[in-house]
């Protein structure tokens, strides 16, 4: 297989650009947030509270969002999520205007950061979809896998240098201009995809009635084994491995290393994620699929585990790494089993239900991780989340025989013949 295949499309490349801006600038955002808010508060449920704040309106509009999605043209759809995150880019940017920030009391501060992440979910329901449907506008069915491969690669180098330069650039230059920074991705984004032409919409039922819609996509994913598995167990491993919610607490008071140890941190899981999805452009995961993706997230909470017994900063940076390592064999079995088995004309009202089972588990497994840190203890919490993550993977293996089973390569001998 040509492991340069989809990047021989010239609007996938510029796809590719649009996909990095954006998640350089979110994951970069989301960790300026973060540090800002451990900052003003110090206390560990607040960082919870900012992952409650993005999922609750995330997973309220998600079906609805993968309903619109479906029914609409998709770049112009794109457009308007990433304008959305440049309007609230701009809003936290004025926030933490010092002046702004002095003149207001601490409180007020964290309820406004609070209101426009909230609002940020509701953008994010409709920005995941909407992606995830314009891949397979770009790219014919054969190349899914590669582009799936390089779609997934491209947004673990976003989450890669995002972080990092959020650590970085919060020490070099502040919060108030890291924002600014974040803004000006957002504006790069949106002039890199007005290069990609306007795609048809090829759901033939135009106008279905909301509920019919929501309840037919519900139906196919929940009939289709090989992706609600795929779903649950890594919804399961990210919610209760949600460790890098806590790292703020680590960075600043159990292994003190400050905003750049923070940044190395919070960049380690990515950077191993990364190295993995290079790798597999080379040699592909679509084999024994679902032995595959069973091992990775066990690996994942063993890692975990790891980080939260760790008192020395290379430790805990080399077991994130790790932990990112395998969980991007988890991301790109994931994408490629989703992109495979999913109707054209369903594409965003799945690519939905997976941002509710995974993507919002991000946020609801960083109020998890917040919350068990205050009752427990921050290094209890981490461990108990890889615990948990281990008996889930054990549990879909004894299970679910048929998961173990599942190999992707007649789905893609079936795609290739078809083009």
């Known amino acids: 297989m040509d492991p340069y295949a989809a990047l021989r499309f010239k609007e996938f490349n510029v796809f590719l650009g649009v996909r990095f801006a954006m998640v350089f600038a979110w994951s970069m955002q989301f960790i300026v947030i973060e540090w800002q808010v451990y900052s003003l508060t110090k206390d560990p449920l607040s960082l919870g509270i900012i992952g409650l704040m993005e999922v609750i309106p995330a997973v309220a509009t998600a079906l609805f969002a993968g309903h619109v999605v479906d029914q609409k043209e998709k770049r112009n759809l794109l457009v308007k999520c990433i304008l959305g995150f440049s309007v609230l880019s701009l809003g936290l940017f004025i926030l933490s205007w010092p002046s702004m920030e002095n003149s207001l009391a601490t409180a007020t501060v964290l309820y406004i950061i609070y209101a426009l992440v909230f609002l940020g979910g509701i953008v994010r329901a409709f920005l995941g979809p909407t992606i995830f449907s314009l891949i397979a506008l770009i790219v014919p069915k054969k190349v899914y896998p590669n582009a799936a491969t390089w779609s997934t690669t491209t947004w673990q180098l976003g989450a890669v240098l995002g972080p990092a330069l959020a650590g970085f650039s919060i020490s070099w230059i502040g919060v108030h201009w890291s924002m600014c920074l974040i803004f000006t991705f957002s504006l790069i984004a949106l002039l890199m995809l007005l290069q990609i032409s306007r795609k048809p919409i090829l759901n033939p039922k135009i106008g279905e009635p909301v509920f019919q819609s929501l309840k037919e996509g519900l139906r196919f994913v929940f009939d289709n084994k090989a992706i609600l598995g795929a779903l649950t167990l890594d919804m399961i491993a990210v ?18 290393v400050g905003a750049e140890g923070f940044g190395i941190l919070r960049a380690a899981p990515a950077v191993g994620a990364a190295i993995t999805m290079l790798g597999s452009t080379r040699f592909p995961l679509h084999r024994n699929a679902g032995k595959k993706l069973l091992w990775a ?34 991301m790109i079995i994931r994408q490629t089993i989703l992109q495979l088995k999913t109707p054209d004309s369903m594409r965003g009202r799945v690519a939905s239900v997976n941002s509710m089972f995974v993507g919002s588990s991000n946020e609801l497994g960083a109020f998890e991780s917040g919350l068990t840190a205050k009752l427990m203890g921050t290094v209890t919490a981490v461990v108990f989340g890889g615990t948990m993550t281990l008996l889930t993977v054990g549990l879909t293996a004894f299970a679910s025989p048929t998961f173990r089973a599942l190999d992707l390569q007649k789905d893609i001998d079936e795609h290739e013949s078809q083009d």
Not at 239 to 256: N, R, S
Not at 298 to 307: A, E, R, S, T
């Open 239 to 256: 919610l209760f491995g949600g460790a890098v919610a806590l790292l703020p607490i680590f960075a600043q008071d159990i292994l003190h």
């Open 297 to 330: 997230v066990f690996g994942f909470g063993l890692c975990i585990i790891v980080f939260g017994l760790s008192t020395y900063f290379w430790i805990s940076v080399i077991a994130l790494f790790l932990s990112g390592a395998v969980d991007g064999v988890s």
